[in-house]
């Protein structure tokens, strides 16, 4: 009987271990093969978006492939539950979120929109946006994927020519969008555009023109004061 039950521990413990195992396993094959989606959660548009050549895997590589130019995109890459300029800890909501930014990045704020996974913030120096961040109630802060990526990709396509790609690229995959706004990054542009009652938005790479359709925003709550 002694025996028996040994073997039936030992049995549960490595039953324990495959499980475990597995599961690392399976979190790791999600994470790099959705970056970003898994973590900051589903869209109306996520599923619509990968695999097709302006969606996170297609737009991250595309033609130009992975630019690390100065600044953030200098360092590589990090995980989004850390946060470059932040860890979890606090609480940020419309009233303090552009402080808590500015203070937290040294930069200044110049648009602050709300989506249902968190703020979408715009920074900048002098009025010249440098970056997109993402900026969760949390407290975490991180650049959006693209101002890692793409940051200071030698620029050959003009914002008309850009906006013309990212319109085509509207016509296909959400037929009756209309650009709203535009943002000139280094390297690359972005753009918002209506959807119905929803604002989503692109971003085209300034060299080689790939579409990165910003897939884990949310539903959009609106723009906040700052």
Not at 36 to 51: I, L, R
Not at 117 to 134: A, C, D, H, I, K
């Amino acid at each position: 009987m002694e025996n028996k039950n040994s073997n039936t521990k030992i049995g549960v413990i490595i039953l324990l271990v495959i499980t475990a195992v597995a599961v690392s396993i399976f979190i790791q094959a999600m994470w790099m093969s959705q970056p970003w989606g898994g973590v900051f959660g589903n869209t109306p548009y996520t599923s619509s978006a990968m695999g097709h050549p302006g969606g996170m895997m297609g737009g991250m590589m595309g033609q130009w492939g992975v630019w690390r130019g100065p600044g953030i995109g200098s360092w590589g890459g990090g995980c989004p539950m850390m946060g470059w300029w932040g860890v979890a800890g606090g609480v940020v909501n419309d009233t303090n979120v552009a402080r808590y930014v500015e203070e937290r990045t040294g930069y200044e704020v110049l648009s602050v929109e709300k989506y249902s996974n968190g703020y979408y913030v715009v920074v900048g120096l002098g009025g010249s946006p440098q970056y997109e961040l993402l900026v969760f109630p949390n407290s975490v802060v991180h650049p959006e994927p693209q101002s890692v990526m793409w940051r200071g990709a030698p620029v050959r396509i003009s914002e008309e020519q850009a906006r013309s790609i990212a319109q085509s690229w509207l016509s296909r995959y959400f037929p009756g969008a209309e650009i709203e706004e535009v943002y000139t990054f280094p390297g690359y542009y972005t753009y918002h555009f209506k959807i119905g009652d929803d604002m989503q938005m692109l971003s085209v790479n300034a060299y080689s023109g790939a579409v990165w359709f910003h897939s884990w925003h949310g539903k959009y709550l609106g723009e906040v004061g700052h």
